[in-house]
């Protein structure tokens, strides 16, 4: 396989193009304390949730950049650490 640009950003090491992939476990507990924030909207239960929603998509988030497929997926991981970085800092 020739080592193009697009071959570097869009395929894994086994050459197949990634763009998305299943729900890992920190996707996966991110979507589910969102929906339940959706459901405990006051107190100290939704602060609880708010604290891990943000916790699991920033571990995800580091995960994608550090160990992420191709530059893509990578590339996704550093836009969503940096845009829940400057979501907290408002």
Not at 57 to 78: C, D, I, K, M
Request: glycine letters at 6%.
């Amino acid at each position: 396989m020739e080592d193009t640009l697009f071959n570097k950003v869009f395929r894994d090491s086994e050459g197949k193009i990634v763009l998305a992939q299943m729900p890992n476990l920190p996707i996966i507990v991110w979507v589910a304390a969102t929906v339940l924030k959706l459901i405990f909207t006051t107190g100290k239960i939704n602060i609880g949730l708010e604290v891990i929603a943000f916790g699991s998509l920033f571990t995800w988030a580091w995960e994608e950049l550090f160990q992420g497929v191709n530059y893509f997926r990578r590339a996704l991981g550093l836009l969503v650490l940096i845009s829940l970085i400057a979501l907290k800092i408002q």
